[in-house]
């Protein structure tokens, strides 16, 4: 079949691997949609193979890493112990696998799960493998398009995420730095949970207009005037209740810390990538009384599946986010697309 692999730092090749077999727990999905995302190119960019080895367990081919961690499809092949899917079911895999049985799994943070859960990889190609089975794919009910599905696995789940646990109440105030993809599901998450004022800051101007599509009241564009004083102004300089921090940036981060209100909540899902380490500006009254929460994609399949009800029955639309459409042989140039964020790209519509 062919995949895109991760050749060298930077670089991906599209190359012939074996369909994969499906083990204990796992199955394989026939993939009818594959996308690039924002992770996808700190793998590709930033992080060694090594690196890439810990974080997904076998992972490695001769060749390099197969790329790719959000995709929808149909299952294949179901291994032996899986129950609750069957060949030809229509499904979302989470894009961050828990083992079901660590303590964190327990909890109900699979994403931060301790007990052999890993990063998905390989989505990328014509069929992938989803260990946990069970407890990491969701069915997809017809009405959900592949393209909204598809979000339901990363982006989605994680810009809803920031909102859910903000613990926004409705008419609260909210802002939002950056409007990428993941800005912009928080946005959405935003709109969907009641907020009040949502004001989103990006200099982008297709991202702009979308953001206001998507929920937004008031866009800033960071390149003519600054963030927090307009924030403050819009507010009578109280500050909003909450704030996300949804690209993984020094300078965002900053922001979000001093436009929160007194006893607000800045929530992080920025992935910061290779930033070793963020600061955070003391010299101001909200720093001493507020909440800071940050939130790695809300995985596992009763969160995939409450998202697709909101795709369903919650009048949430987020496929008007696919800006671009490829075949899986032009992936790499997906990639370079993604990287330029040139031509509007928001996210990539790549299919067999
Ligand atoms: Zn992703
Ligand atoms: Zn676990």
């Known amino acids: 079949m062919r995949a895109c692999v991760k050749t060298a730092m930077g670089k991906t090749e599209m190359l012939d691997l074996p369909v994969p077999k499906a083990g204990?727990?796992?199955?394989?999905?026939k993939t009818a949609m594959c996308t690039v995302c924002?992770?996808?190119?700190?793998?590709?960019?930033?992080?060694?193979?090594?690196?890439?080895?810990v974080l997904a367990p076998g992972s490695l081919t001769p060749q390099g890493f197969p790329m790719g961690h959000e995709g929808v499809g149909t299952v294949h092949e179901v291994g032996p112990g899986v129950t609750r899917v069957q060949v030809g079911d229509r499904v979302i895999p989470?894009?961050?696998?828990?083992?079901?049985?660590?303590?964190?799994?327990?909890h109900g943070d699979f994403s931060v799960c301790t007990?052999?859960?890993r990063i998905l990889f390989g989505c990328q190609a014509e069929y992938f493998v989803v260990p946990y089975a069970d407890v990491n794919v969701a069915k997809v009910p017809p009405e959900v398009s592949d393209e909204n599905a598809i979000l339901?696995?990363?982006?989605?789940?994680?810009?809803?995420?920031?909102?859910d646990r903000a613990e926004l109440k409705s008419g609260d105030s909210v802002a939002i730095f950056a409007q990428g993809p993941l800005g912009l599901c928080a946005t959405a998450g935003a709109r969907a949970r009641g907020a009040g004022l949502i004001i989103t800051v990006e200099s982008i101007p297709e991202r702009i207009e979308m953001s206001k599509r998507l929920g937004a009241n008031i866009v800033i564009n960071p390149k003519e005037k600054d963030p927090v004083s307009e924030i403050m102004n819009l507010t009578?300089?109280?500050?909003v209740d909450v704030t996300v921090e949804a690209v993984g940036t020094q300078a965002t981060f900053d922001g979000a810390t001093r436009a929160v209100r007194r006893g607000g909540t800045v929530s992080s899902v920025g992935v910061y990538g290779p930033v070793p380490q963020i600061s955070m500006f003391t010299m101001t009254p909200a720093f001493y009384h507020r909440r800071i929460v940050t939130t790695l994609c809300p995985s596992g399949h009763d969160r995939m599946t409450h998202m697709l009800n909101l795709l369903r029955w919650g009048s949430?639309?987020?496929g008007p986010l696919f800006t671009h459409r490829m075949r899986l042989a032009d992936?790499?140039?997906?990639?370079?697309?993604?990287?330029?964020?040139?031509?509007?790209?928001l996210k990539i519509a790549i299919t067999p």
């Not at 989470?94 to 327990?106: A, H, I």
């Not at 009578?236 to 500050?239: I, K, L, R």
């Open 24 to 29: 204990p727990g796992e199955i394989v999905i």
């Open 38 to 53: 924002g992770s996808d190119m700190h793998w590709l960019d930033d992080t060694p193979n090594e690196v890439l080895a």
């Open 94 to 106: 989470s894009c961050l696998v828990g083992c079901g049985r660590c303590p964190e799994c327990l």
């Open 115 to 117: 007990g052999g859960g």
């Open 152 to 163: 339901a696995t990363d982006i989605m789940s994680t810009g809803f995420g920031a909102i």
């Open 236 to 239: 009578d300089m109280q500050g």
């Open 316 to 318: 949430v639309d987020l």
């Open 331 to 345: 992936t790499p140039k997906a990639y370079d697309l993604f990287r330029s964020k040139q031509g509007g790209v």
